[in-house]
């Protein structure tokens, strides 16, 4: 696998939240004689003995069953102990979700057959802000405290955390809280990881303007997920073959920023090939 991703030319690599404990060997060897180096990994990695498939919202932090959230502590430690094996400098956090219905299906869905400016979609919107609102403060409480002691671990072990964007309503940070969320935990530790499918997504639903929401983090900023969305919700397709304009992204990426492509397994080399081209053709080689 990371043979692969070095002879299409990346001289680093993401290890995401599918990998399994049994590809560890193997991932050092290839670290180890030099054929990829790890820029980053995504919570929780490897997977949790037992779980043999994608599985990064396992544990959250914001649950209210503290068996479940010490768990999902200590798990991240272990994906800590993992990123200073392979030489990786950020974890990618999900930070959890308030326990409610799952709206943002149903509302992709809405969305995606035009009803978006009808009432009924207005109902459910503000159905969904008004549970998740009312719900949050002790699912953020939960969320905080076991980030804050994340900060210190990760800070102790040289690391950055990524704290994500997400695509779903009830997953946290809300859109509204991210610029707050930083007041809590400046410094050089805890910082903002923008995926852009996740974030066009939040427009498309109408809760975020995609750029403006980016320009607003720009000073947290530590690196992206960059992956392009078909209307209304169908991410992880290569950039240019979808909806986000990049172009208009471009005055928020440094060159010290990471920037991960993360595209879905059903895409060609082809697919990768072009869409690599076309962020570089519109960001430059930063």
Not at 79 to 103: P, Q, S, W
């Amino acid at each position: 696998m990371l043979q692969e991703i070095r002879d299409l030319g990346f001289e680093y690599a993401e290890l995401s939240h599918g990998i399994r404990l049994s590809l560890v060997p193997g991932i050092m060897d290839a670290v180890d004689a030099g054929v990829i180096k790890i820029t980053t990994l995504h919570n929780f990695c490897p997977l949790p003995i037992g779980v043999t498939h994608a599985a990064p919202n396992v544990y959250k932090f914001t649950s209210t069953d503290s068996r479940e959230r010490d768990k999902a502590f200590r798990q991240t430690l272990q994906t800590f102990d993992f990123a200073n094996r392979c030489g990786a400098k950020l974890v990618v956090l999900h930070m959890g979700a308030i326990e409610m219905r799952d709206y943002t299906d149903k509302l992709v869905d809405l969305v995606g057959a035009g009803q978006k400016d009808t009432p009924k979609y207005r109902r459910l919107c503000a159905e969904a802000e008004e549970k998740r609102e009312s719900r949050k403060e002790r699912h953020l409480e939960y969320a905080y405290e076991i980030l804050r002691r994340l900060e210190a671990e990760a800070a102790g072990r040289g690391l950055m955390l990524g704290v994500e964007n997400r695509e779903a309503v009830e997953e946290i940070p809300f859109e509204s809280d991210f610029p707050f969320f930083f007041f809590d935990f400046g410094g050089d530790t805890v910082k903002y990881w923008h995926d852009t499918g996740h974030a066009q997504i939040k427009e498309n639903l109408g809760f975020i303007q995609h750029t403006m929401h980016l320009e607003s983090l720009a000073a947290e900023l530590a690196g992206f997920h960059i992956h392009d969305v078909e209307f209304p919700g169908r991410d992880h397709r290569a950039p240019g073959k979808g909806m986000i304009d990049f172009a208009a992204l471009k005055p928020f990426v440094k060159p010290e920023h990471i920037k991960v492509l993360e595209l879905s397994p059903s895409l060609s080399v082809e697919d990768l090939r072009a869409g690599w081209a076309h962020i570089r053709s519109l960001w430059g080689d930063e």
